[in-house]
Every structure is written in structure tokens, then in C-alpha cells.
């Protein structure tokens, strides 16, 4: 299946790995998605610039295909990441939390493909005309940093793709090829997929990590810090800490405190599932194995193709 999207990127699939800070800041899993025909992307966000090379290297090792680099432009090493992705030529940079203008010349004089998350039209049309050549737009569903206005996929992909012109690649709530098949039915160019990628072999998580989003139901996930920059996680004593001082009104200063005393590494590295950010998006109650990332992508797709065949004899009925 080819979109807008997979011939600019120079893949097979219209799928893309979601930048997963530990699940996918080795170079196993975004090199794994790449040579299976997706879009592998490697997370920047918690790694040291030194690491960051290397794993970059070992990629381009293991790859020949393109892949992505997510680089949080918040980042006190943001710099230094994308002086990386310049250096060592990477096809496509998924940049997030930050402005793109000042970054983008520099990369398309490289040919390098920017694509921007966003979290709502504002932010897709403010990076529109910066210039970008793509925007990631998520819903509420999904884990990590979705936008905390309770905005599904449905609507919020739907919004962005009626005001833009550029490319959209949609994600959140995503576990299999049904989904995927829906989004691109929406007018997406490819589909983004974390919490599904986070549940195979290749991820860089802790095994209590992968346990617990396969005890998670579809309801069981909540976004925790709503006053700061929320995340979608399962409902531990890290989250009551920090719901019960918005509950109480207190300084948020002190919320700011217990929220960041809690982090995705305690939990994604650690394996701590009670006081760790364990972060996953509402798809995890539709996920009920851990597989390799290679028979994944062939479930993927046979589910895509399933589904398609399904909405085209829809059409051809006596």
C-alpha cells in the first residue's frame, strides 16, 4: 500500500513506530520496524549525546532502510541532538515541544525530511507554515504526552485534516491493522503506533513493564498531572500522590515536585510499577501478546489488507 507519505519516505507500509523514550532510545527496535517495511524511529529524549551517536550508529548498521529520530526541542541537549542528526545524514526528524522555524533550513538543505508533533490545529497550521513536511497529530488515547484536552483521535486527526495541506500522519488508540485501516479511511498519509510497538520482543523496557500493559484494560488508563503537561499512565501510587494534591488545591510548586519525582526511567528501567511513570496509551487492553517485531509487522499489514478488502467488497454488493 502506498500513500503521499511511504513514497516520500521511502517505505513499504504506511506505519510508523512511535519515539518511545527507553522502549526505542536503543537501536533493536527502531531497526527492527525499518527492515520489516515501517518506519523505525529512534528516541533522543533520555539518552547522553555520546550514547546518542552510538546507538545512531549501530542503526545505521542494522538498517539500510530509513528510519526516524525523535529529538525533544525542550531538551537542555536538543543542540547537540540535532547537530547529530545533521552529521550523520538521519532520513527523517519526528521533532516535538518546541518551534521548528529556526532549525529547518539547515535540514532541508540536507534533504532531510522534518516532521512535527502537534496537539492540536493551532500548532499543526503554526507548523505548516514554518515549513515542516509533515505532522504527527495524536488524540487523548494515546500514552506518553497526549494532549490533555480530551480530544479523541477521531476528532482532533479529523480537525488537523480538513484546515492543513501538508501530509498527516495519525496515531493514539492504535493496537492493530483495524485501526490503522481507519485512519488512513480518514485521510491520513500513515499511522503511528507506540504502546503496540512498546509490546514486542526488541523494546528496551523492564519485563514487569510489558506485564503491566497486559494486565491493563482498555478503561484502566488515566492522564496524571492535567495541571503541568499531562501523561497517560496506569493508575499507581505515584498517580493518586500527585491527583490527590490537584484534589487539594496545593502550592503547585509541591505538584511540580511530586510530579517529577516520579519518572518514565523508574518504571521503563527500573521496573518499579508502583512508583514509576508507566506510560501507556488505552490501546493496551486490545494487546494480549508480546511479539517480535517481526511477525508484528506481518500481522500489521495482514490486518490492513483485511480490512481494506472488507471496505471494497462493501462497495460491490448485489
Do not use: C
Amino acid at each position: 500500500m502506498q500513500t503521499k507519505l511511504t513514497k516520500l519516505m521511502g517505505i513499504e507500509h504506511p506505519i510508523v513506530q512511535a519515539g518511545m523514550s527507553w522502549a526505542s532510545s536503543s537501536a533493536a527496535l527502531p531497526a527492527a520496524v525499518s527492515n520489516a517495511g515501517g518506519l523505525g524511529v529512534l528516541a533522543a529524549g533520555p539518552l547522553y549525546v555520546d550514547d546518542l551517536e552510538r546507538e545512531l550508529l549501530f542503526l545505521k548498521q542494522a538498517t539500510s532502510r530509513p528510519f526516524g529520530l525523535n529529538i525533544p526541542l525542550y531538551s537542555p541537549k536538543s543542540k547537540d541532538f540535532l547537530s547529530l542528526a545533521l552529521k550523520h545524514h538521519v532520513p527523517v526528524v519526528f521533532a516535538s515541544q518546541g518551534g521548528p522555524k529556526p532549525h529547518l533550513q539547515a535540514f532541508k538543505d540536507q534533504g532531510i525530511l522534518w516532521f512535527h508533533v502537534v496537539a492540536s490545529l493551532e500548532h499543526a497550521l503554526k507548523a505548516q507554515d514554518a515549513g515542516v513536511d509533515a505532522v504527527v497529530v495524536v488524540g487523548t488515547e494515546a500514552g506518553g504526552h497526549p494532549p490533555g484536552s480530551d480530544v479523541s483521535t477521531l476528532i482532533n486527526v479529523r480537525h488537523v485534516l480538513k484546515n492543513l495541506s501538508i501530509p498527516v500522519i495519525a496515531g493514539g488508540g492504535v493496537a492493530d491493522g483495524w485501526g490503522i485501516a481507519s485512519l488512513l479511511a480518514l485521510g491520513a498519509e500513515a499511522v503511528q503506533l507506540g504502546t503496540r510497538f512498546l509490546m514486542t520482543q526488541e523494546a528496551w523496557v523492564h519485563e514487569n513493564y510489558k506485564q503491566q500493559v497486559l494486565k491493563t484494560q482498555v478503561h484502566e488508563t488515566l492522564l496524571v498531572g492535567r495541571s503541568l503537561q499531562p501523561v497517560r499512565m496506569i493508575h499507581n501510587d505515584f498517580a493518586q500522590t500527585v491527583i490527590q494534591a490537584e484534589k487539594d488545591g496545593s502550592d503547585p510548586v509541591r505538584i511540580a515536585e511530586l510530579f517529577q519525582s516520579g519518572t518514565l526511567k523508574k518504571a521503563a528501567l527500573e521496573g518499579d510499577m508502583q512508583w514509576g511513570k508507566v506510560e501507556l496509551g488505552q490501546s493496551a487492553g486490545l494487546i494480549e501478546d508480546v511479539l517480535s517485531v517481526k511477525a508484528l509487522m506481518a500481522q500489521l499489514v495482514e490486518e490492513l489488507n483485511t480490512a481494506m478488502q472488507r471496505m471494497l467488497s462493501m462497495g460491490h454488493q448485489d
